[in-house]
């Protein structure tokens, strides 16, 4: 299998793309191995102006990119790992998400958690694009929904051990909880 190719029995979905004028001379977005979930994304910036993140510093990286998503799809943004790992650079709104209706160009928004500056140069690889099918949905108001040995338990509560019932979350103690009086 050659890179950027479907897996064997899938069908490839035709992503169109256009390439803005700064983003010519830059390849378009593409798998790096055989079974990876998403294709780098490189940045755009001017070749002599590279882009500096400081410290807590963020910023909307271009990559001269429009997309033309097939209906009933969408595409994440996601933070590359190495960027996270040596410099503590991640994608500020992870994962972004991009409409099948979206026709603006593809910008990462790039945010510094580390302690030293970040240069971001033409071309360097910035985070990952995801695509993937959604549902669509329509919602049911109801009085009652199936109760499940989770329950409402969440933020780690499924990685405690012990017994079946879990601690309430905060919002569902609050609810049944009558309020406090001053005396």
């Not at 890179?3 to 830059?26: F, S, W, Y």
């Not at 990559?63 to 009933?72: D, I, R, S, Y």
């Amino acid at each position: 299998m050659k890179r950027g190719r479907p897996a064997a029995g899938r069908a490839a979905l035709v992503l169109k793309v256009v390439r803005l004028p700064h983003g010519r001379g830059l390849p378009l977005p593409a798998y790096q191995s055989d079974s990876a979930a998403g294709m780098d994304l490189l940045a755009a910036v001017e070749k002599d102006l590279a882009l500096t993140l400081a410290p807590g510093g963020r910023a909307l990286v271009p990559t001269g990119l429009v997309l033309e998503l097939p209906k009933g799809c969408e595409a994440q943004v996601r933070p590359r790992s190495g960027l996270a790992l040596r410099y503590g650079v991640t994608v500020l709104n992870s994962p972004g998400t991009i409409d099948c209706d979206y026709r603006g160009e593809v910008g990462v928004l790039l945010v510094n958690l580390g302690r030293e500056p970040v240069v971001i140069r033409r071309g360097e690889r910035i985070a990952q694009l995801v695509v993937q099918r959604v549902e669509r949905v329509q919602l049911a108001e109801s009085n009652r929904i199936a109760e499940t040995r989770r329950g409402a338990g969440g933020f780690g509560s499924t990685g405690t051990k012990g017994s079946a019932k879990r601690p309430r979350s905060r919002a569902a103690s609050a609810k049944t909880r009558a309020p406090k009086r001053p005396r």
